[in-house]
């Protein structure tokens, strides 16, 4: 899908970095297809040191010719960086936005027109390839243009496509929602370490588990009920771990979570 592609990523940080580094380890696109962009002079040693490709101060200049337009500013750059690229993109050119709270609305009202545009927010561990990515298409965004994104970020994980209205809820599920496991990874290491396991051991226990449940969810495709009922004997102790759990409130919490997380996302919309 990808191959013989030309992508510029404009605003190389951490994700951009990741996303690029996951598409040349795949064998996805070459070094020499791919060119990048940062915001500061002194930022072009860090990504040269990191990655194989071309960096530039110059946005214009990293466009032309290119297939595939990654945007990977800050939500508050995004309407600079459009405002300043808007005269040089072409009609054939596909936009690919992960600026959360940032619309394919909004990116082709500052390009001045129609545009092939879509939307991805995908999350930190693209990293380390076991990313999860939501995915839209904007009002003229074809079957091709979210095959070719799609083709992208599975360089890096999972993707889902959603409807637009919903990408604020992603951001609020996925995205986000590494910060609130890392809380109960944390949590789970500390009550370890309170009944006498060393940290170490304790933060290996806890994330290594919260590994292989999530791993079964994927494989087994089973409802996390029943794979709960299978941990859960009668009369045996984890029923009354899952009663605490109960009573403390974690169902609701996590879901008020990413509930309030959605709102604020809605909030933070970049016009
Ligand atoms: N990190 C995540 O987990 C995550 C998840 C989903 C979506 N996102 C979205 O991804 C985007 C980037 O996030 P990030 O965490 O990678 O941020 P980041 O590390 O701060 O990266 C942003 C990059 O943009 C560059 N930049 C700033 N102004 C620029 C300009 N005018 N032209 C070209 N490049 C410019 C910066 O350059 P300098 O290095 O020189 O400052 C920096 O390298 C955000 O919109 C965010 O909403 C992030």
Known sequence: MLEGKKLAVIGVGKLGEALISGLLKNGALKA????????????????????????TLDNKEAVKGKDLILLAVKPQNMAKVLLEIKDVIEDHQLLISVAASVSTAFVEEKLGRPAPVVRAMPNTPS???????????GSQAKPEHLKACEAIFRCV????????????????????GPA????????LAEA?????????TSTLLAAQTMYGAAKMVLESKAHPALLK???????????DGLMELEEGKLRVTLIKAVVKAAERARELVHR
Do not use: H, Q, W
């Open 32 to 55: 020499e297809d791919v060119c990048g962009t940062v915001g500061r002079e002194n930022s072009i040693s860090r990504v040269r040191e990191k990655l194989p490709i071309a960096v």
């Open 127 to 137: 990293v380390i390839n076991a990313g999860m990515t939501g995915l839209c298409g």
């Open 157 to 176: 994980g999972e993707t889902v496509f959603v409807d637009e209205s919903l990408m604020d809820a992603v951001t609020a599920l996925s995205a986000s």
């Open 180 to 187: 609130y496991l890392y809380v109960v990874i944390e949590s």
């Open 192 to 200: 370890g370490v309170k009944l006498g396991i060393p940290r170490e």
């Open 229 to 239: 009922d299978t941990v859960t004997t009668p009369a045996g102790c984890t029923i």
